[in-house]
């Protein structure tokens, strides 16, 4: 077995302790305290909440998707335990998600799906793929709409702020267009820069029937908060 990292000791504890129920209806106080554990002392954007509202939206897509929803819930669960911004040295294994996964005895063949769902799920440019399963479009969906609407706009300066990014300068541009490997190196642009090289474009990328629904609302508050920003910041309100 691998070395245990105190995060997988985590784990282990509570499992001794209650158990987890990873394909339960609702999650499980366990499984919280895992997730806290994880993100604890995050000021991101990806923290404990995020994973709580990635969850409750991909289980909510994936009953109307008819889809496997006990997949989706742990996919949901471990989306970000290794995500490349806050595990960089995790991101290719997934050690943490594997991890968790081994302990409480999930089988290889979830294993293997969580993992390629984990993959897939993120925002990569020009570069972001469709995930193969309706598991994985799930995932993504919800994913996607915890990073716009009202929620978006707070975790876009969360996270600008936690990386030293300006607000805006009109100086610097939006860089459209940008492959993975451009979109991860982007580092000197700005926080509003961000709505039109990433969230402004999720919308279209949605792929199930509720995911498109919900994000309409989403964009709609998105564009709203620009152009009031816009009026604002060139002071004439």
Avoid at 171 to 182: A, H, R, V, Y
């Amino acid at each position: 077995m691998p070395e245990t990292t105190p995060l997988i000791k985590a784990a282990l504890n509570l499992r001794v302790g209650a158990g987890f129920d990873v394909y339960g209806e609702k999650m499980t106080d366990n499984e919280k305290r895992f997730i806290k554990s994880i993100f604890s002392g995050d000021s991101s954007g990806h923290d404990y909440y995020h994973t709580i509202r990635v969850y409750k939206l991909a289980t909510k897509i994936a009953k109307q998707e008819n889809a496997d929803v006990k997949t989706v819930q742990l996919a949901a669960l471990l989306h970000d335990v290794d995500d490349i911004k806050l595990f960089p040295d995790n991101y290719a294994t997934k050690k943490n998600a594997v991890d968790f996964m081994t302990i409480n005895k999930i089988d290889g063949k979830r294993i293997e799906a969580v993992r390629k769902i984990i993959d897939e799920v993120s925002f990569a440019g020009t570069d972001s793929v469709v995930p193969d399963t309706i598991e994985g479009k799930c995932v993504q969906d919800a994913d996607r709409l915890d990073a716009i609407g009202a929620i978006g706009i707070a975790r876009t300066f969360a996270y600008g702020g936690s990386r030293g990014r300006k607000i805006y300068d009109p100086e610097i541009k939006p860089k459209m267009g940008m492959n993975k490997e451009e979109y991860r190196n982007n580092q000197d642009s700005t926080s509003i820069n961000h709505f039109y090289e990433n969230l402004l474009l999720l919308k279209d990328m949605m792929n199930t029937t509720e995911g498109k629904k919900l994000a309409e609302h989403r964009q709609a508050v998105m564009q709203e908060f620009l152009n009031e920003f816009m009026i604002e910041w060139e002071g004439k309100m």
